[in-house]
């Protein structure tokens, strides 16, 4: 009877906490026809909505971007199938509190085979011994877990999590997706702002979809915000303005974490837009990263890398460049500092392209691969030469040696790597900016021009 009574206190509560909760958390759906987005999943006929449809549902991976739906899939899914939902946060709570869930869920099972539904969020922070208590929970059937990750779940899961769990991923929220939730809390009279006759204008309705930026609660919020705090007309409606609705949303949101994959994506996306001679879309990918409050030191360091791997010795020059850019960047700081990236940036995504540079890495594979050949007698320390000769009785190799600077040219006709590896030719040169004119003048001293 307690166990029960428990249950009921914890509905009530829930229910409580919702009705007076702030608007995005009254407007969360409570079926899959009230859900919004992530129609791959959840449209009709996709396989996830079959198996909630069928009430066969086993344990499950979300994976996507904040605010694209992933705890309020999970609810809704427990409510359309009748199954507790219990939630743990990955960042507060640990097996202990596992161990708490797994109790409780047994007892509802054999009370009255009722399932849970436990919603582990962040789950990728977890560790490993962390979620292999999980595996034989899910193994019994005692609960069937649905994990919500920001990151990669193929690098921040545990094999044996992920082979008893199917992967679903969650995209971004559109702007369409962020205006119908607009719209249904307008004319929701219940759980929204439809008691209140709202006008709202199209531009502020624009406005708030596209600032929100796929974010659905930050646009609710707003929207909230914009009609408590709006005078009512003389007519007694509440007409929310273009101008009411900048001011009730201040911060775009970003879609980024300096720790997830939105980190590398972005900066995947601002590399490639560079080495794609993009100057505008490196611009982009810049000012989405530092919107999302990426270190402008780990974006210098990438301008540094890419300044040898993909512009190298077209301009051999860039890497000056960007250490320059870099210093006044140091002894400026923001917002002034952003002339400095951009100067950076719109750089290197003009300079001629050479990534001839990669040379290194074709050696270094010859070397692990057959180890380091002896030195050539000629090239070996003079020193030690004439030591060997004098005790040894042998001619002194170093004797063998040509002194460039005494050619022509400053070159001469000379073996510098072991017998076997004289022709191997790692370095291949590219034919942008001043790299073809650098090989062309060792070609004809070669020649003898």
């Known amino acids: 009877m307690d166990l029960f009574n428990e249950e009921q206190n914890n509905d009530m509560e829930m229910d409580e906490s919702r009705s007076s909760g702030p608007l995005a958390t009254r407007m969360r759906p409570d079926s899959l026809d009230e859900f919004t987005g992530q129609h791959h999943l959840v449209g009709e006929g996709k396989m996830l909505r079959r198996m909630i449809e069928s009430g066969v549902i086993g344990s499950m991976i979300f994976y996507g971007p904040p605010s694209s739906g992933k705890t309020t899939l999970a609810n809704v899914i427990s409510k359309e199938i009748d199954a507790r939902f219990e939630v743990i946060n990955a960042v507060l ?77 969650l995209y971004p929220l559109t702007k369409e ?13 219940n759980k929204g702002l439809g ?52 001011e009730s949303i201040q911060k775009r949101s970003v879609r980024f974490d300096r720790s997830g994959d939105e980190h590398y994506h972005f900066a995947s996306a601002f590399i490639k837009s560079m080495r794609g001679s993009d100057a505008d879309a490196a611009l982009y990918w810049l000012n ?72 290194v890495f074709e050696v270094r594979e010859q070397i692990t691969k057959s180890g380091v050949e002896e030195v050539p007698a000629h090239l070996k320390d003079k020193t030690a030469n004439k030591l060997a000769s004098r005790y040894l009785d042998i001619e002194n ?22 017998d076997h590896l004289k022709s191997a030719g790692w370095y291949k040169p590219g034919n942008q900016g001043r790299e073809p004119s650098l090989w062309q003048r060792l070609q004809k001293i070669k020649e003898g021009d």
């Open 93 to 169: 709570d640990g097996v202990k509190e596992l161990r708490k869930v797994v109790a409780k869920a047994k007892q509802q099972k054999k009370a009255n085979g009722r399932k849970t539904i436990l919603f582990v969020d962040e789950i990728h922070r977890w560790n490993k011994a962390q979620q292999d208590a999980l595996l034989p929970h899910l193994e019994s059937g005692v609960i069937t877990l649905v994990g919500a990750t920001t990151e990669n779940p193929f690098y921040s899961l545990v094999n044996p999590l992920l082979s008893r769990c199917q992967l679903f991923e």
């Open 177 to 189: 997706n962020v205006k119908l939730m607009i719209d249904r809390a307008l004319a929701d009279s």
């Open 288 to 359: 989405a990263m530092l919107e999302g409050g990426e270190d402008p030191g780990f974006i210098f360091r990438r301008l540094l890398i890419f300044a040898s791997e993909d512009v190298g010795m077209a301009d051999p020059y860039a890497i000056t460049v960007i250490n320059s850019t870099h210093e006044a960047f140091l002894k400026t700081g923001m917002p002034e500092g952003f002339y400095f990236l951009a100067h950076a940036v719109i750089f290197l995504s003009l300079c001629p392209k050479s990534n001839s540079t990669k040379a």
């Open 397 to 418: 190799a170093s004797d063998e040696y040509l002194y460039p600077h005494n050619y022509s040219g400053h070159w001469v006709d000379q073996q510098y790597l072991p």
């Open 195 to 246: 008691f209140m006759d709202i006008v709202l204008y199209d531009e502020a309705k624009e406005y708030l979809a596209e600032y929100a930026g796929g974010d659905v609660r930050n646009a609710l919020n707003a929207l909230e915000v914009a009609a408590l705090s709006t005078p009512r007309s003389e007519d007694g409606s509440v007409k929310i303005t273009l101008e009411i609705a900048k």
